[in-house]
């Protein structure tokens, strides 16, 4: 498979990064979430990658903030 | 001053800030401009509307969304995108990871986001950052974070697949990432 995403039986960092900004505009399937929640138990990048995205999102929601002049 | 006086000088200061707003959507300063107008005169309008529960600010960004959208809806020629080299992007993407998969770099901690969002120049360099983005992905990404639409109806209105979209966010993301990283996470002191 040329898809440098698709990475066999172990979800990795690249596979993992994907699916958490996917799973923010849908609904993972069940497979998706299963390998992506295995994955952040292990990897501190990726669980930072996520947090991250989580801020980003609330940031962009109060955009723009009152004290933005 | 009447409080009509106040309410228009409050929303005159807001102006310049919406606007920049607007044109991250409607990449056409005149549309863009039209946009905020529109909102500004619904709120001047009718002021007895707002009651005052959120913030004048947050009262009218919820209007300017709404006139936003229905911009993106009317004008034909504003949808269509212009085709962006995609190329440099699959490199953003590449660059990130290892031929096994590992991240290259692990993102680096960014403290308290609570904190963090409680801090004004955060919104500036965050708004420097959406400014930086190619124009098709900062109007996705708009659309998805700040309009709240969801990706069937960006689809939609944009003519383009989910598989795309969803590509086009997630590059946003990355880019965001970066450059939040570099322009403000990674000047600061970790307290």
Redesign the interface.
């Known amino acids: 498979m040329n898809n440098p995403d698709k990475t066999g039986l172990k979800p990795t960092c690249r596979e993992a990064h994907r699916l958490v900004s996917e799973g923010m505009d849908r609904e993972l399937s069940f497979v998706e979430r299963s390998r992506l929640r295995v994955h952040l138990m292990v990897c501190d990048a990726c669980t930072r990658f996520n947090g991250q995205m989580g801020l980003l999102r609330s940031a962009m929601r109060g955009f723009p903030d009152d004290s933005a002049d | 001053m009447n409080p009509q006086d106040t309410l228009h000088r409050q929303l005159e200061?807001m102006r310049p800030?919406?606007v920049r707003?607007a044109q991250l959507q409607i990449r056409n300063q005149a549309l863009a401009e039209d946009a905020v107008q529109d909102a500004l005169i619904a709120v001047l309008e009718k002021p007895e509307r707002f009651t005052g529960a959120s913030?004048l600010?947050?009262y009218v960004?919820g209007i300017l969304k709404f006139k936003i959208i229905d911009c993106l809806r009317s004008s034909t020629r504003e949808r269509q995108l212009e085709a962006e080299p995609q190329q440099s992007d699959d490199d953003l993407i590449?660059a990130?990871?290892l031929a096994?998969?590992?991240?290259v770099t692990?993102?680096?901690?960014?403290g308290d986001?609570d904190a963090?969002?409680?801090q004004?120049d955060?919104?500036?360099t965050?708004?420097l950052c959406l400014e930086k983005l190619p124009a098709q992905t900062a109007r996705v990404f708009m659309m998805?974070?700040?309009l709240?639409l969801e990706?069937e109806e960006i689809c939609k209105e944009l003519t383009i697949t989910?598989a795309n979209?969803?590509v086009l966010?997630?590059r946003a993301?990355?880019r965001?990432?970066e450059c939040?990283d570099l322009n403000w996470f990674g000047q600061r002191v970790p307290q």
């Open positions: 200061v800030l919406l707003f913030s600010r947050t960004t590449d990130l990871f096994n998969g590992h991240t692990a993102p680096t901690a960014w986001p963090t969002l409680t004004k955060f919104f500036r965050l708004e998805r974070e700040w709240e990706t989910s979209a969803w966010l997630y993301r990355v965001l990432r939040l």
